[in-house]
């Protein structure tokens, strides 16, 4: 049974891959394909369960492509942090099809509802594969094909924005996977290898010998993968894609797709590099600027947004920011929160833009302002706009507050106590730009005037999903002791 | 079983306001019973779990070491929660007439209830993790009712509120961090937490206790966070005056004094010389707030100043750090509890029964609102600190602190401001009974006394301010044991 | 000089690639960008296999029975590159068909124009 | 058994309850009842001394505001007592028939008689504590007396008078602190007996707190200017009980001070004298410059004062021998608060038919009014220190009390103190002789015996009792001694029983006082100060634009600091705001950075500036639309914009405006270039490179 159950890591990307995204264009039916894909997503999010178990029980596990082992085969290796991720990669995936399924045609043209979720478990697929491998190069190669799943979302909805983003997206997109794939160039020439243990192993051996050639290309992977994960001073493709995909798509692109990048630059820094040499050279320092001063304007910025999506994009780039804030610290604690808070991050933002998309969709507007008194018409879906705010802004409990804490704790233990202020002040910003559209909605006399009490609310059936991601947003919060320990004991430190 | 009873006080609250935010399970018609019931009920609670709880830990969720939350009744948290519990009680007699006028009774007395129930929290909590909790969410519970008129400067200021709110929250989790970092324990023990003082980096602990304090501060107003306070005068006037007496700024106090005697202790402040770079402030604040008052025309405002400057009477108590100091700070907490709700809830009637804000509008209103204004000057003889009040009693404490602290500053700015509180309370006093209004006439009289629902919580506090002053022993012995738990 | 001499492969590499770079960065013209991403991507190509390549070894294709394996230059390099190619065609395919979507809703593929016309 | 100290306590703050609601029913039981219970509190005074004259009383009651009530009666608190129960009756007597006309009676009685609880609270309390309490709800009692006219000029009289007398209360509250802080105990004896061990310095801050407290109240130099208007604001018996009565809780607390708590110390007795002979010199002149009949007995008030000030510095400064000294103290404020009592109710009568107190109306008005010009007088004489009147008996004991210092110490400052001594007594001739000529002696065509007959019997009553008591105690001056005597002591100094009043020396003394104020009176006064003309006198008030203490330095002094201190502190109030406010304004700037600064529209407006006639109005922001067509049509129409723009550069003077518009228009251009793919991809160029620099070079 255990053989069986090593071998869905492998067997979902396969799923999603053959059946989701090749086999289901030839059905004709639409809704037969929509149908298959939202099947398919839910056994992958299944099979990702047992995984997690599984791990939870007996421990990490390494799948090997055909019974090659490195470093001739190429290797998914499965343990807490990669199970924990793909989990809510699915979990979000499957919630994001679900809320699709009733609401995607308003945003699309019929004709693309099909090609839509296609391209999602294509995505999912190549997300999937860049959190489980081992392989620099197969890494790559999923990341490549995660951008193109990508832009397919966002040009999904055939406006000329939506191209106009698209193209930006790509563009920078590819900038980057050049630069990732210069460093792969590098260190190939450094190791010989392209599993990352090996490569390690090689690098260990090696390393002062060719420390400059190792610093180059660690610098290119951290600024390539940086792009593709909108690292503040190279997020500016991020805020017109997010703002102009479908509402579903830019929870997906803010939800998942900037985090995959993530734990592979997590991966090449530790798997490959090894923490001493990360630690040695300054790219953790570089991280915590780039991490901290993206926590702050991004906040700044989205502070000065008009449009709601727009805002809550912006406010993507700031939480991104957190995340390379944790890995900036370069101690565990600090390593442990970014990958708790992309999980925690996943959910949040996921919800946001579901309930961001839902106010667009029933109201038709699109501007902060227009949204006054929308807690009258659509109580139930402010209210889950407000728990997932209240989680960025930082209330105790949720996931947000956890994150920061725990962030603060390792920059104390870094001994740098100044980035506990950057910390602060950035959620004090969050409260700002979040608030009052949360006090706009639910308050205030001329905005409630001539609105009816859940006159526009969707039914309670197509606010589940939402509903549950929320629901599991709190449910990691409060069960932080143990997520917490569980991603410890699978870190790659 | 003893455990549920211990934390239904926490509970009753939340359940009641939901049911009574849906019209489906309480009919219009019994909503105000309903939310008598509710409150006495919750007060027979409060009783129960104070005297049978002894001294009872109770975990509700164990995250991890830090995100415990849990409860735990000791002595100050009984004071503050019997406060809480009797002052309620009134405040919602008090609502119930008030509030016809206000109308959206119903979102109001949800909200009301609720931050009942959060103010249980923070009265019991054992750590200081779960009254930051409770802290947070005491901001947002009371926030609707700030806003309850919904008009435009209410929204502002309501922002200005939640704003200030929150940068305190800021400050306190910067605090909280440093703390848990050092200490990897927040569980309130009299005294301070043991072994925090061994701690070698002073100036860490240095900060974390500054910015925790100030964090604090912003709820208790002290300078310079404290411009939400009169803002949030736009509030209808139970709320201000829950807000004043107990809800929002004592809960500040609350936490100051736990923070201050049970994380880091007394011993410990005075080696860090924490309470140095504090004073300045809490003087700042006693005579900034009273001198500001002295310009206010309105009513409420004046009211709302005055409470700033008395805050800082309490809080230059708790920083004190002796015996005598903690004490007077306590007195004074549930002294201006019971001063303040009066003052507003006279303020609130005169709005009530006539319309008028202002105090250049008030002349010669004495003769017809005679008990409410005899109320109110029981009241501001009280906060003047004029025995034989209560008043006076809290102040004698302070000011005996002062001495066992060496700082007869201290007793002059308490003097100076007292005489300030005098200059800004009694015009309205006199200009109730001693001047004339603009068409008045001999025996012309007309009963202006508010209905007996607002009427009966006046008298009955302005009873309570002297008898309090006659007999304070009831309380100083009440309070004996919390100085004895923390010194 | 030297290193110049023994790894101009190399160089070129890099030259191509800031070349594609600033073609990429200074042209307006979406063709043009195209084109300068290209290039860009083969100069990795090239670097990538110039890695790969051993002057004087064979390229691991075995014609007349089978020699040392230090004979053969690494076929690792190439074989990725392939995939590499792949993934950049597929890119620029996706690219064009999105410069064909552009020119159709703007009327230009001249991004400064097409900025110009920002209505937000 | 209730206990008698709790009794006189309780029975007049039941009667001020009572009385306003009774009042509302029925005024003359209200009378009835507010004069049959001060005069059962009196019955109840005068039952204490057979245990008074055997030794003190106490009593106490526990747990009473955390310290207990503790009462205590020696001889000088039933001196004080005596007087004040004999005061409040006959004031209450007065009252009925005085306050009629008022407004608002119910609560006049009510404040009366919680004045009375609380003054009488005063003079039981031993508890200092205690003390304070009575003495600020004295001072808020009498505050409603003060402004019971509820005008303009008792209101500023009343909040003259309260302010006063908080920051007296909060000075005095100061003292007990610092007391209690030094000793530990609040009971008077025992601070007094802890003081012992005090440093002096710490001794004379006490004191100084304490007599500032008091002396406030107690009208001493310079805290004394509330005192002429409150007096002449508030209604007559209420003048006459706050000058007969109130002016003495201060003077009492004095005593308890400098004698009590301080032990007699020598310094601050000097320091009290001194103010004494001050109080004397400048109450006798104003009192002398004033028109306002109230005005003039109140600035006597102040100076009688002085010379009860001077008693009390004399006991200091006298140390053991100075029970003649204290004698005489006490003797003078039994005495002053008679004649001032029926000084104060003969000018309510006055003013209670005229409705006026100046003197240049009234002069002439009691020429025929026999029984008001006896009653008058006698008080008249009485204050004037004429042999068989009361004021002769304390002023010689005080005289006395002087000489004995000058012997004592030696000291010309003592001769100095005679001459001035001197100088009070022949003032208070001169303002007494100028108040009683005017009213009494000149004649006035106006008043010709028309009001005849207002003045009831029940509001003679108190008069005639005054007078009968004046005389009694000018010619049996040991009949009051040996009362105060019985008990042999009071406060540790011996009382000595059987003086001789009637000696030569003091009865030439008092002669020359005589003959020199009746000397000032006619040169100065009536030269000065007087102005006759077609028959009509006209007095004059030469003082009336001088430098006030009050009027020129306290209250600009105080009103400056604060304005000053609002100044301030309202900077304060706004700083966070305005600091958060320009981080808000730095930090838009900084947020809007990446938002492109759309110039289209700033330039499409600045087009209509230029000519707004020939655009079209649709081309504002609408003209992009998917096809080719319209993009060549929005350059067209870009190119004409130009084209107008040129042409308008010919023809309109191109102001700063424009010129502004332009530059906004090239940094917006800039600025959609720097924000498009381009500057993405420079920007991630420049991140490469900053990162490589800081890897390799730092």
Sequence with gaps: MSRIIELFPFITILLLLIFGAFLTPLIKKKSSIVRTNIAINIITMMMNLVTLVYVNNYGTFIFKFGHYGSPFGIIFHIGPVEVAIAMMFSFVITMVSWYSFYSIEKEIEEKRVGFYYILNSLLLASLLGIVYTYDVFNGYVFLELSTLAACGIIIVKDKKENIKAAIKYLMLSTLGSGLVLMGIAFIYSISGHLSMEYIHEAIVASSLAKENLLLISIVLFSIGLGIKSAMFPMHVWLPDAHTTAPSPSSAILSGLVIKAPVIFLIKIYYVVYGFEFVNSSRILQLMLIFGGTGMIMGSLFARRQKYLKRLIAYSSVAQMGYIFFGIGLGNELGLIMAIYHILAHGLTKSSLFLSAGSFIEQTGFKKIEDFKGIGKEMPVTLGIFTLSALSLIGIPVLPGFISKWNLALASIDSGMIYLLIVILLSSLLNAVYYFPIIINGYFGEDNLDGKVFKSKSKPIKELIPVILLTLAMIAIGFMSGPVIEFIRSGIYM | MKNILVILPLILPIISAVAISSSKIIKDKYLKLFVAAVVFLNFAFIVNANIFSDLEIIHVITVNEFLDIYFHIDQLGKLFSYMAGFLWILTSFYSFEYMKHEGKERRYYVFFILTFAMIMGISYSGNLFTLYIYYELLTLSTFPLVIHADSKEALQSGKKYIIYSFVGATFIIFGMMILFSISGNMNFIGGGIKGIGEYSDKTLLLISFLSMFLGFGVKAAMVPFHSWLPAAMVAPTPVSALLHAVAVVKSGIFALTRMTYYIYGPMLIKELNGDDYLIPLVIATIVMGSIIALHQDHLKKRLAYSTISQLGYIILGILMLNPNGLAGALMHMINHAFIKITLFFVVGSITYMTGKKYIHEINGLGKHMNKSFIAFFIASVSLVGIPPTNGFVSKWMLGLGAMEANQVLYIVILLFSAFLTAAYLFPVVIAGFFRRGDDEKEGDRKELDPPRLMMVPIIMLSVIIILLGLFPNLVINFIDVIIVDVF | MLMVQNSYIEVGAIILFGIGFMILLLNNNMIKKIIGMNIMDTSIFLLFISIGYIHGKEAPIIVDGEINAMGYVNPIPSGLMLTGIVVAVSVTGLMLALTIKLYEKYGTIELDEIMNMRSD | ?698
């Design chain 4, 1 to 698: 058994m209730i206990n008698k100290l709790v009794l006189i306590l309780t029975i007049p703050f039941l009667t001020a309850g009572l009385s306003y609601y009774v009042g509302k029913k029925s005024e003359r039981i209200r009378d009835l009842l507010n004069v049959i219970s001060t005069s059962l509190v009196f019955i109840l005074i005068i039952m204490l001394y057979p245990e008074v004259s055997k030794g003190t009383i106490e009593y106490s009651i526990h747990n009473i505001m955390g310290t207990g009530l503790h009462l205590k009666v020696d001889m000088l608190r039933y001196a004080m007592l005596f007087i004040s129960g004999l005061a409040w009756f006959l004031a209450t007597m007065f009252s009925t028939q005085y306050i009629t006309r008022y407004r608002h009676r119910n609560r006049y009685y009510m404040f009366f008689m919680l004045t009375y609880a609380f003054t009488l609270g005063v003079f039981m309390s031993d508890n200092i504590l205690n003390l304070f309490t009575f003495f600020e709800g004295m001072s808020l009692a009498s505050y409603a007396l003060v402004i019971h006219d509820e005008d303009e000029f008792s209101h500023d009289a009343g909040i003259s008078y309260l302010s006063m007398a908080l920051a007296g209360g909060l000075i005095l509250l100061m003292g007990i602190f610092l007391a209690f802080d030094y000793t530990n105990t609040l009971e008077i004896s025992g601070i007094a007996k802890g003081m012992e061990n005090v440093s002096l310095a710490k001794q004379y801050i006490l004191g100084t707190l304490f007599i500032i407290g008091f002396g406030i109240k107690a009208s001493m130099f310079p805290l004394h200017t509330w005192l002429p208007q409150t007096y002449a604001a508030a209604p007559a018996p209420a003048t006459a009980i706050l000058s007969a009565i109130l002016l003495k809780t201060g003077l009492f607390g004095v005593i308890i001070t400098i004698l009590e708590i301080l032990n007699g110390n020598v310094v601050m007795s000097y320091v009290v004298f001194g103010i004494g002979l001050i109080n004397i010199l400048l109450g006798g002149f104003f009192a002398i410059m004033q028109r306002n009949i109230k005005r003039i007995i109140a600035y006597s008030s102040m100076s009688q004062t002085g010379f009860i000030l001077l008693g009390i510095g004399l006991v200091g400064i006298l140390g053991n021998h100075g029970g003649i000294a204290l004698l005489g103290t006490i003797m003078y404020m039994i005495n002053h608060a008679f004649f001032k009592l029926l000084l104060f109710f003969s000018a309510g009568a006055i003013y209670m038919i005229l409705k006026e107190m100046s003197l240049n109306v009234i002069w002439g008005f009691g020429k025929h009014k026999k029984k008001l010009k006896m009653f008058f007088l006698i008080g008249v004489l009485g204050i004037m220190g004429v042999p068989g009147f009361n004021g002769y008996t304390s002023k010689t004991l005080i005289h006395e009390a002087i000489i004995e210092a000058q012997h004592l110490t030696h000291s010309n400052f003592f001769n100095i103190a005679e001459m001035i001594f001197y100088i009070g007594g022949a003032m208070t001739v001169a303002y007494m002789l100028k108040l009683f000529v005017a009213i009494f002696i000149d004649e006035n065509k106006n008043y010709y015996g028309q009001y005849k007959n207002r003045l009831k019997k029940r509001a003679q009553l108190p008069l005639m009792i005054l007078s009968v008591i004046i005389v009694f105690i000018g010619i049996f001056p040991n009949s009051i001694v040996r009362v105060l005597g019985s008990s042999g002591k009071i406060l540790s100094y011996n009382i000595p029983v059987d003086i001789k009043f009637f000696t030569y020396e003091a009865l030439i003394s008092s002669v020359i006082i005589l003959l020199f104020g009746g000397f000032i009176y006619l040169f100065i006064v009536r030269r000065v100060l007087i102005i006759k003309k077609d028959d009509q006198l006209i007095f004059l008030n030469p003082s009336y634009n001088w430098f006030g203490l009050e009027k020129d330095l306290y209250y600009p002094l105080f009103t400056s600091a604060f304005k000053g201190f609002s100044i301030f502190f309202k900077f304060m109030d706004v700083l966070l705001i305005n600091i958060v406010n320009i981080i808000i304004k730095i930090s838009t700037f900084i947020g809007n950075i990446d938002k492109v600064i759309l110039p289209k529209l700033e330039w499409d407006k600045m087009i209509v500036v230029v000519d707004s006639k020939k655009m079209n109005t649709d081309i504002n922001g609408k003209i992009i639309k998917t096809s080719t067509l319209a993009k060549e049509k929005y350059i067209s129409e870009k190119e004409n914009i130009k084209n107008k723009l040129v042409e308008g550069k010919e023809k309109i003077i191109e102001t700063n405006e424009v010129k502004n518009q332009r530059l906004k228009h090239i940094v917006g251009n800039y600025n959609i270039k720097l924000s498009s793919i381009t500057f993405s991809v420079f920007l991630m160029g420049f991140v490469i490179v900053i990162s490589y620099l800081f890897i390799f070079t730092i």
